[in-house]
Every structure is written in structure tokens, then in C-alpha cells.
């Protein structure tokens, strides 16, 4: 039964982390020196794809890695871990690439805690320029009334 809690706490304690690790990540490093992939996010999409979609791949390697160790060593706790940057990964991608960017048909948002996040990351597009950006985060952000109030400080209408 403890085995239980301490997997399921692993797993979560994964999935918590990787939504200050992808809001870190948008922050500083595809508004950073990655930005030469996450532009291509921030402009109409040309094709099924774009070369921000590359950071899916980069990001799926630790994931795969962590399950790997989990099941091939004595490293056990790693498999809960890979299991949660996974789940994180898949709520992530139904979320931005279903929910706010339609790459595929989803049903409509029907809760509160869902349209806030959508609003909120319609909001981090509304600027499509390196610096100046709102709202990194993803299953996380701050209410649409303060990003409202931060776009308007820098001059943008939302
Ligand atoms: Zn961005
Ligand atoms: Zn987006």
C-alpha cells in the first residue's frame, strides 16, 4: 500500500514540476536563445507543422529515458517519474495544440479552470515578438483581468 502512494506521489510530484519546468522553459529559453525555433510558433503556420514542434521531440527524451531506467535498473522510482512528465506531455498537447490552437477537432472547453487558460494563453499570443510577451505558463496562469492590465501597460490591445 505505501509502494502505491509513493508511486502515485512520484507521478504527480513529475507532473507539478514539469509546469514550473515549461513555464522556465517558455520564459527564458524559447523567449531566449531559442527563439529561433519558437518564432515559427508565434507566426501563422504554414503546413501541418512547425519548427516549433521540435522542442515535443527534445522534450519527449528525458521521458523515454526516465521509463526506460525505471524498467531496466534498479533505479525503480524513475518510472514514475517518466510516467509523469508523460501524462504532463499528453494534458499539454490536448490542451495547446487541441484546446487554444485547434490543430485538431476538440469539443469546446466547457469549465471555468479550462476557458481561464485558454483566455490566458490567447493573451501570451496577442504579443508575437521575442520580449514582451504575457502569461508563460500553461495549466497555471495568472487571472485574464491582471494579463489584461500587463498587455495594456505595454501598449497592446487585448
Ligand atoms: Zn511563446
Ligand atoms: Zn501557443
Redesign the pocket.
Known amino acids: 500500500m505505501f509502494d502505491v502512494i509513493i508511486f502515485a506521489g512520484l507521478i504527480l510530484a513529475a507532473f507539478a514540476f514539469m509546469e514550473g519546468f515549461a513555464w522556465f522553459t517558455h520564459r527564458y529559453v524559447m523567449h531566449g536563445f531559442m527563439w529561433v525555433w519558437h518564432k515559427s ?2 507566426e501563422p503556420r504554414e503546413g501541418a507543422f512547425e519548427l ?1 514542434d521540435l522542442f515535443a521531440v527534445v522534450f519527449a527524451a528525458p521521458a523515454i529515458v526516465a521509463v526506460w531506467l525505471g524498467v531496466n535498473t534498479s533505479l525503480t522510482f524513475m518510472l514514475p517519474i517518466g510516467i509523469g512528465i508523460t501524462a504532463y506531455g499528453a494534458v499539454y498537447f490536448l490542451f ?2 487541441g484546446l ?2 485547434r490543430r485538431w477537432p476538440m469539443p469546446k472547453a466547457r469549465s471555468a479552470y479550462w476557458k481561464r487558460l485558454i483566455q490566458a ?1 490567447r493573451f ?2 496577442a504579443v508575437n515578438t521575442r520580449d514582451g510577451c504575457v502569461s508563460y505558463g500553461f495549466l497555471m496562469a495568472p487571472p485574464v483581468r491582471k494579463l489584461k492590465e500587463q498587455l495594456k501597460a505595454r501598449g497592446v490591445e487585448a
Do not use: F, I, L
Request: proline share 0%; charged share 10%.
Open positions: 510558433h508565434h516549433n495547446h495544440d487554444v490552437h494563453h501570451h499570443h
